[in-house]
């Protein structure tokens, strides 16, 4: 049995700070996080929303790093770091390439307790959150979730939202935010975890140099809060325009150390892992009745609640949805479950649990959050802590029927019930629109030297088939990736099919010649592997993630499936009425809505204007005789790709795929002409109408090819733009960092660079007294980039990132897979590891300013607004 916790080393330094080193030496690359053990459990009333808001201004500068120099030295090192606050916590991690990683030790000692509060940060700060808040009142299941956990909460503050309430953040100081930082970040109060590849002694020498010193701070006062006891069933109505409604049906369940949390874990499992699951079977299978319906539970510190979400197909009812899971409940906690079906979802927990490993920082997330929650004098000493996860798979493995069936009657009870809905409020989710015509509107080097990503053991061979064949050989896990692709999307379907590709990728694991829908799911769920078939714009296929004991298996189903599907018209009858409600429930989402209609316009006459699920319109017309001509037309081995990556013998897997794939056959190709396209040459603006809490506003033009030789000096330009981690790019920095006009700001033209061109976009979400003011920074923004060179300290601060985060992509199997797939595709070279660096270095300012004129046009763009502007 895998152990995550038997190379760990516990050291807690003499003022308290509790330190967790792993050395993992897979790969070059160093994890660092620190926990705090202060979430919104922690916050008192009126004072919600503290921990998450300090969470920001740990970003805005120290006595040591100023405002932006947190994530400019990330940047300048090639890293990655964020942050995040839940009910029980708040954690701040860094992700390094390992000859670089020690600066994230620095930058934590500092702000531990020099952090500064300046009035006017804390203020554009202030602004910055409550967008968030916006954010989250805008999308459908943010605004259910918070009704549900204030419901069922009454005393408890898990009745809070993480975010915190409106008036609190209004009337939030910058004294009381100072106050609360006093009172829980300090030395005795944290978790500091490492996992990589570094040297413990050393790493920790550096610790106690740097965090040895701090006072170790008051004891924290924590208050215990018990929620009383729910009486009876709690309701509560949602009302919004929405096309969509949606049902949230949550029960008070155990804290981490109850026992009875890992019934509850294999509960959850049951009901919605997969199409074998309860609720799949009952409501997507039987009824009919949603598109989307998923159980949740997570380990917390105070009994949380368990919960389930269904989002309800247009002519449904939520009452029927309601009555249906009470009854699968109700089931569950009246009859065993079969041995079979217990097994296959303890396989799952444990594949899961196995491939949870596969980075360095789902390792430290792990570690960490455990170290924080599992505490519980509860518990036992040999389980408090990270420990927890040594025993996890015991446990789950020793659950039985009896305790499922006990478990689900003692908690799925009506009187510890809330039922949350979402109703449309009458005025439905009209959109309006209308469509005018616009006016015209000295660096310092961190002595990095490259540390080179372990170069994987690949290989390439064409089959006699013209299948090509990439594999790598790796040994993090014992897994294995499989990544298969056929050269044909929606690029190549009719216009009057719009959606066939999206859908045949649905349908390919819907059933084959050998096996059916259910004989697929069962498989791949008995053994707990993941599969997922798809079809995008350029190319469809499959990709199988199983255990190295399953690869059989694995290889199997690959072939089968992408060979051998049948399309069986009563599937395909299901899977249509599901495209048409996803697409409905698009309509929900402004983001979504507004890029739909950005592609609309910049893309007119080409395939890529189209959403690749297609419109109503044209999915209503899709029948079974046209998924079966697509596939035989487009799927055939040399017209395909595939990757295997992971623990395997490579002679072996060859030869176990030309049996598996004996009787797929090459043929002709008579691939369909697509039609060239021009960038625009007036400027458009598109407002669409929601009833929304902000606009959200792209603004674009046509892109590049990722053929296109200027690639990696675009790749550059992005980073300094407003592509950069962090707020080190310009339009980040400028919108969000200084402005506080949004939460999430970005521009990129590299993105979506494909076989076609791709999309120059700048995406802002703000308030709508706002719109204005944000539209018009990133129309200079990009007009200054066009007329005035980068800055040499710009163009290497973006060359050190782009250099020293390419290790990150290449983390897991899948990832890697996914690389050769595109290497191939793209005509990359197996040696693009290694020439990467190079390019990049190559690039110059004058490259940089000579691409910026060339593909960014400020003056014509489309710019699109969705929200509740007039």
Known sequence: MISLCSDVRRTVLSNGLTVLTKEVHSRPIVSQMIWYRVGSRNEELGQTGKSHFLEHMLFKGTNKYAKGEIDLVTTKNGGHNNAFTWLDFTSYYFTF?????????DIEASRMRETIFSPEEFAAEKQVVIEELQI????PWDALEEEVWATAFKQHPYHNPTVGWMNDLINATVEDMRAYYDQ?????????????????????????????????????????????????????VVKRPTPVERLMIAFHAPSVSNSDSFPMQLLAMLLSSGRRSRLYQRLQEEDQSVTYAKASFH???????????????????????????????????????SEAELERVKRQIEANFILGHETVLEQAMLLGQFETIAQSTELPETERGYLYLDHYLEHIKAVTAEDIMRVAAKYFSDRSRTVGLLVNDGNS???????????????????ICYRKMPKPDIERTTLDSGLKLLTAVTNNVP?????????????????????????????????????????????IENVGGHLRSFGGYAQSGISITVLKSDLDLGIDLLADILTRPTFPKQRLDKQLDRHIAQIKSREDNPKTVASDALNEIIYRGHPAHRPRIGYLHTVSNISRDDLVAFHEEYFCPNNAILAVVGDINREEVKLKLERALALWKPKQLRLPAVPEINRQREPISKYIHKEKEQVNIFMGHLGIKRTNPDYYALLVLDTILGSSPGFTSRIPRRLRDEQGLAYHTYSNITRSAGIDPGRFVAFIGTSPENRQKATDLIIEELKLITETPVTGEELQVAKDYLTGSFVFNLETNAQIAG?????????????????FP???????????????????DPVNLTVVVVGAQK
């Open 479 to 523: 897994a294995v990736s499989l990544h298969a692709v056929v050269n044909a999307g929606a690029r190549y379907e009719p216009e009057e099919k719009a959606g066939l590709s999206s859908l045949l990728g649905e349908m390919l694991d819907e059933g084959t010649e050998r096996r059916s829908f259910e004989e697929i799911a069962e498989q």
């Open 429 to 447: 989710a009209r959109s309006t629109s209308a469509k005018v015509t616009l006016g015209h509107y000295k660096h310092s080097r961190y002595g």
């Open 838 to 856: 190079t390019i990049i270095e190559a690039i110059s300012v004058d490259e940089v300013y000579h691409v910026a004129k060339k593909y960014l």
């Open 819 to 835: 690389f050769l797939v595109k290497a191939e595709i793209f005509d990359l070279g197996l040696d693009y590891l290694e020439r």
């Open 136 to 139: 989250g009142q805008d999308g």
């Open 184 to 236: 829980w970040y300090h030395p005795r109060n944290a978790i500091l975890v490492l996992t990589g590849d570094f040297n413990t002694d050393d790493a920790l020498e550096r610790i106690e140099r740097l965090f040895g010193h701090i006072p170790a701070g008051p004891e924290p006062k924590r208050f215990s809060i018990v929620e009383p006891p729910q009486r009876g069933e709690k309701r509560v």
């Open 97 to 105: 390439a390992s000859d670089r990683w020690h600066i994230a030790l």
């Open 299 to 337: 380990d917390h510190i105070d009994p949380p609640l368990f919960y389930i979400q269904a989002e309800v197909r247009p002519g449904k009812t939520l009452s029927s949805v309601e009555a249906a899971i009470l009854e699968v409940l109700e089931e569950l906690a009246t009859k065993p479950v």
